[in-house]
């Protein structure tokens, strides 16, 4: 009796704790949304995908703690959907989700009024969220004080920005009404300058903003990463819009004009452009291209590691996977680590080489053990080559 009085009360306990943290609603958006409309409830949306580290982080050390719960369970019907399955692929194109984790926050009627992109630890999105909740501060109004006034004060053009930027959204009409009201002792305020480089970090070239980084007051290496982020911008754009190859052309041709020390970007969308056309002749050549243009060879051996990768899951042909083994042999040379490793042993595999497939496999295996990694799939790997072999 003592023994199950004892499981009873652990079971109690167990369920107690877990309550503490965020009540998750178990159903699709919409059941989401008639539910809190039935309990007059703002809607949470966590938007997420299950290879994001930050969104693995709020789940297990943000959602779970009682100060968060208390203040989603009162306000919101709470709900989690991954963006790359099911429902989640519509929902991101939707509302427009392009970083993870993006919490989306709704009104009663399912209508946006807010949103926040990233991580924070438990007290401070504890704080986030009041401030989300007091209207004054939703995205949603401060949209409403540039869009339904003539002339949009360049303070309200200012929080509204900074809360667009802060979202992972972009609004160049607006953007380009607040420089216009922007003048030269402006550029010389700290908060000024904050908005400008936050800018850049969704931005392209076309938003104006290039001409202002050589005249606001701040470190020259947070404008050469301003400059950075406009060129990166506008070419990952084109490639994610998969426009045409004269399309794509014409952007790099820009940003080698207006951004000419960009040439690691270049080389880099360069690749990953050919890559979605599947033109893997000149992906190739552009990954080259790519590594010889940079100068830190950590960074060689990542970005060379990341491309021999995709060229495995592409399931390319041959003699294209054979250059994605010279890659990854490089990336070994210069850093041999756990991840690279197991992409070598993938690349052996694809091309048929089993005996050194199983050895690379071993190797990384030992390697993500020592550094204390998962190393089960390299493991699942293994046993697939060894019972082939």
């Known amino acids: 009796m003592k023994r199950i009085f004892s499981l009873f009360s652990m079971l ?3 369920i107690a704790s877990f309550a503490q943290g965020v009540e998750f609603f178990e159903g699709t958006f919409a059941e989401a949304k008639a539910e ?22 709020l789940k297990k050390k943000v959602f779970p703690e009682k100060i968060v719960g208390d203040v989603m369970n009162e306000h919101f019907i709470n709900i989690a959907i991954d963006m790359e399955k099911g429902e989640g692929i519509e929902l991101a194109k939707t509302y427009q989700v392009k ?31 009041k401030e989300t909740l007091k209207p004054e501060n939703q995205l949603v109004t401060l949209k409403a004080n540039v869009y339904d006034v003539k002339t949009p004060s360049k303070e309200d053009l200012s929080k509204y920005l900074n809360k667009v930027y802060g979202a992972y959204k972009t609004d160049d009409v ?11 002792g402006d550029l010389k305020v700290k908060e000024n300058t904050d908005l400008l480089i936050k800018a850049s970090y969704v931005s392209g070239i076309e938003s104006g903003l290039l001409p202002y980084f050589d ?18 911008n506008t070419l990952r754009n084109a490639v994610r819009a998969n426009v045409s190859e004269e399309e794509f052309n014409t952007k790099v041709e820009l940003v080698k004009k207006e951004i000419p020390e960009s040439t690691s970007i270049i080389a880099q969308s360069e690749a990953q452009f050919y890559m979605k056309k599947k033109d893997y002749a000149k992906a190739n050549m552009a990954v ?27 399931n390319v042909e041959a003699k294209h996977m054979k250059k994605a083994l010279t890659w990854i042999n490089r990336s070994v040379m210069i850093d041999a680590n756990y991840a690279n490793v197991d992409t070598q042993a993938h690349v052996y595999k694809a091309l048929g080489k089993t005996e050194k497939a199983i ?9 993500g053990k020592a550094a204390g990694q998962d190393v089960s799939s390299t493991e699942e790997l293994l046993k697939e080559l060894s019972k082939n072999n």
């Open 12 to 14: 109690l306990i167990s």
């Open 36 to 57: 809190a409309k039935k309990q007059n409830k703002y809607i949470f949306l966590d938007a997420y995908t299950t290879w994001c580290g930050p969104c693995k982080m």
């Open 99 to 129: 970083a993870y984790p993006t919490l989306l926050f709704f009104d009663a009627d399912g209508n946006e009024i807010d949103r926040l992109v990233g991580a924070l630890p438990a007290e401070e999105f504890v704080e986030a969220i």
């Open 174 to 184: 607006m953007l380009g009404k607040f420089l216009a009201l922007v003048t030269d």
């Open 215 to 232: 005249k606001i007051d701040a470190e020259e290496k947070a404008i050469e990463g301003a400059k950075n982020n406009l060129a990166y």
């Open 288 to 314: 080259d291209q790519l590594a010889a243009s940079m100068s830190d060879e950590k960074r060689v051996s990542s970005v060379l590691n990341s491309f021999a990768w995709k060229y495995y899951e592409a």
């Open 359 to 367: 050895e690379a496999a071993q190797k990384s295996i030992e390697l």
